[in-house]
C-alpha cells in the first residue's frame, strides 16, 4: 500500500520560514516525478512545486519563486518544501503528490498517490 506522509506545518508568522517534509513508502520511488500542492479555504487545489526523477528538474509556481524550493532525497524516498519569507496567502493545506508520469507534472490529475496534507498557517 502506498502512502505518503507529509509533516512540518505549523503556524508561522509573516517572513518567517517552514519545511515541509513528505516520506513515501509502497513504492520504489525511482521513476516518480514528486509535488507538492495546496488548497486553501474556498479555493481550488494549486500546483506549488515538483522534482523529476530523471534530471532533478524542477518547477515552481511563479507566486513561490525565489522564496520556496523543492528538494529530495531518494535514498530516504522524501521530498522537502522550504519554504522562506512566508505571506499570509501562503495559507493552506500542503499536499504531497507523486507520479509516473514523465517530465514536470503541473496538474493535480496527472499525480496518483497523494498525502493527507499538513496545515501551514501564517500570520499577518
Known amino acids: 500500500q502506498v502512502q505518503l506522509i507529509e509533516s512540518g506545518g505549523g503556524l508561522v508568522q509573516a517572513g518567517g520560514s517552514l519545511r515541509l517534509s513528505c516520506s513515501a513508502s509502497?513504492?520504489?520511488?525511482?521513476?516518480?516525478?514528486m509535488g507538492w500542492f495546496r488548497q486553501a479555504p474556498g479555493k481550488e487545489r494549486e500546483f506549488v512545486a515538483a522534482?523529476?526523477?530523471?534530471?532533478?528538474?524542477?518547477s515552481y509556481v511563479d507566486s513561490v519563486k525565489g522564496r520556496f524550493t523543492i528538494s529530495r532525497d531518494n535514498a530516504k524516498k522524501s521530498v522537502y518544501l522550504q519554504m522562506n519569507t512566508l505571506k499570509p496567502e501562503d495559507t493552506a493545506v500542503y499536499y504531497c503528490?507523486?507520479?509516473?508520469?514523465?517530465?514536470?507534472?503541473?496538474?493535480?490529475?496527472?499525480?496518483?498517490?497523494w498525502g493527507q496534507g499538513t496545515q501551514v498557517t501564517v500570520s499577518s
Open positions: 509502497g513504492l520504489t520511488f525511482i521513476g516518480y516525478t
Open positions: 522534482s523529476t526523477w530523471s534530471n532533478g528538474a524542477t
Open positions: 503528490a507523486a507520479t509516473r508520469a514523465g517530465g514536470i507534472q503541473t496538474l493535480g490529475t496527472a499525480y496518483i498517490y
